[in-house]
């Protein structure tokens, strides 16, 4: 049974920083693009970024590149988001996501999701 068990949202102010994990079970970080998506409060789910299986390549939306970074830690099977210089409209409830081939559109799986909040 696969899980992915998004933590380390909280509250914290514009410019700062913050470290989401995804710790997985049930299938191998480094054997499946793992995504990170948020949704906004009345706003539909985006895509913020991704790490490829193969060569380990990422990707990011125009809106966080330069200030997100996602990576993996294969001995402990987690993906990690790494936010910095935050903005308000960062806000959003984070989820963790995963496929088994960057050839198809959708996910696998998804996590329960981590709140994120940016204040002003």
């Known amino acids: 049974q696969v899980q992915l068990v998004e933590s380390g949202g909280g509250l914290v102010q514009a410019g700062g920083s913050l470290r989401l994990s995804c710790a997985a079970s049930?299938?191998?970080?480094?054997?499946?693009?793992m995504a990170w998506f948020r949704q906004a409060p009345g706003k539909e789910r985006e895509f913020v970024g991704r790490?490829?299986?193969?060569?380990?390549?990422?990707s990011y939306a125009d809106s966080v590149k330069g200030r997100f970074t996602i990576s993996r830690v294969n001995a402990i099977n987690t993906v990690l988001l790494q936010m910095n210089s935050l903005k308000p409209e960062d806000t959003a409830v984070y989820y963790c996501a995963a496929k088994n081939s960057d050839f198809v559109r959708d996910y696998d799986y998804w996590g329960q999701g981590t709140q994120v909040t940016v204040s002003s």
């Open positions: 790490i490829s299986w193969i060569g380990a390549m990422t």
């Open positions: 049930g299938l191998a970080v480094s054997t499946w693009t």
